[in-house]
């Protein structure tokens, strides 16, 4: 009996159903070194997985392939998926569901995955950071109720600045509710308002004891909070989502209380200095202020005085201008009054003038009748001897020179003889 032929379509197949029936290659596990790693344009992903002695195609679909893995050659990784035909080229090969980094688990895959998604969303960005409280009335605090994490707060605190009041919401730190917890603890003090700070934390631990802070939940509770968070989870080498979301983060929960709340030791220093400050200020404004006081109180006075002068002026230049007008009126009055007087005395004094060229031309008569001219008018003549009138022989000389004035000129004679006559 001769065996059917099959075509190699049939073949091929066959051979995929029968590996796809396997329980153990439907549902493999397999560790291998990164090769021949590329990305197609499609978004899928073909490489080959490698050991000492043989190797494996494998392919990971776009929706499967996370970047967040950095995947490259050289990389060891472990590999889930099922191993398939491709019919086409009748190869078969690992189809990749999910992979893990050698060395790296699955919780820390989570929290990268995790880290991611958040980050896209927007969750870290610091434009949606609350400001701390410089100066607290009340802290609220998310943790154990038993563990050292608590105490430590309380001491910084209560050192750092007493007057702060503390309020603890008491939660399991690790553990299939305490997420959950967490959630609560934050939304409580949201509701209730009764505090400007809370902190949020525990004490160091591995991956997976720090886990119920790397929750999606509590992320959101985080950065869904009206009140700003200071993250305290672990020590400063561990980091979880909780530190990424909150506000601020603290290395460690006594450095998150010291955070909290100021020093108050320093607080007092800076008082005492904004004192100092502020009387060396307040003296200095004293100072400067008396000086434009008195600035400002000689531009009065000064003002005042060219004001007082201006109006002095003023009202000397409307004395003058009444002053004046009123001189002018007495004047134009004393003006007429002294006509008045003036033609009284004119009047009198024409009627004596007139009386006295009166009483003048009768004596200017009186007086030619007694002047020599009248003499000379009536045909004598009168001798003078350098302006002196002689009457007298014994006032002449020979060859002396005389001026004899008669009625109609002089005559300018030389005496020759000298003749006494007596009568």
């Known amino acids: 009996m001769k065996i059917k032929a099959l075509e190699i379509s049939e073949a091929n197949s066959y051979i995929k159903k029968i590996l796809n029936n396997d329980p153990i290659l439907y549902n493999l596990r397999v560790r291998g070194e990164i090769s021949n790693f590329k ?17 494996m195609k494998c392919i990971i679909f776009k929706n499967k392939y ?27 090969q690992l189809y990749i569901n999910e992979i893990e980094r050698e060395g790296v688990g699955k919780l820390h895959l989570e929290f990268e995955k995790l880290k991611q998604k958040l980050y896209k969303e927007g969750l870290f960005d610091k434009k949606y950071k609350k400001k701390i409280p410089y100066m607290p009335q009340k802290i609220g605090v998310v943790t154990s109720e038993t563990g050292a994490v608590i105490r430590d707060i309380i001491n910084v605190v209560k050192r750092r600045f007493p007057k702060v009041e503390i309020l603890l919401y008491p939660v399991s730190v690790q553990g299939m509710n305490s997420a959950e917890e967490i959630v609560k603890g934050i939304e409580f003090f949201n509701e209730v308002k009764k505090v400007d700070t809370m902190i949020v934390g525990r004490g160091g631990g591995s991956l997976e004891e720090l886990w119920s802070f790397n929750e999606e939940k509590v992320a959101r509770a985080i950065f869904a909070s009206d009140i700003p968070i200071i993250s305290a989870v672990g020590h400063e080498v561990d980091f979880t989502i909780c530190d990424f979301v909150s506000d601020m983060r603290a290395p460690t929960p006594s450095a998150a209380a010291e955070i909290a709340v100021p020093n108050i030791d320093d607080l007092l220093y800076r008082l005492d200095n904004c004192k100092k400050r502020l009387k060396t200020d307040m003296y200095t404004f004293i100072d400067r202020d008396r000086n434009k006081l008195e600035n400002t109180f000689n531009e009065i006075n000064s003002i005042i005085k060219n004001n007082i002068v201006k109006e002095g002026k ?13 001189i002018e009126s007495k004047i134009e009055k004393e003006k007429y009054q002294l ?20 009483q003048l031309k009768n004596s200017a008569s009186l007086l030619h009748s007694l002047s020599p001219l009248a003499t000379i008018d009536r045909g004598y003549c009168m001798v003078q001897k350098e302006g002196c009138i002689i009457n007298s022989i014994e006032d002449v000389n020979i060859d002396e020179n005389l001026k004899i004035m008669m009625i109609d000129g002089n005559i300018e004679c030389k005496v020759n003889s000298i003749e006494n006559k007596q009568f």
């Open 39 to 55: 990305v197609n344009s499609s978004g899928h992903v073909y490489l080959t997985l490698k050991d000492e002695t043989s190797k």
């Open 66 to 92: 996370d970047k967040s893995l950095k995947l490259e050659d050289g990389i060891k990784i472990i590999a889930t998926g099922y191993i398939s035909v491709y019919e086409r080229d009748g190869s078969y």
């Open 314 to 326: 003023n009202n000397l230049k409307l004395l003058s201008n009444r002053l004046s007008k009123s």
């Open 339 to 358: 006509v008045s007087i003036s033609d009284s005395i004119k009047n009198n004094v024409n009627q004596n003038i007139d009386k006295k060229k009166e």
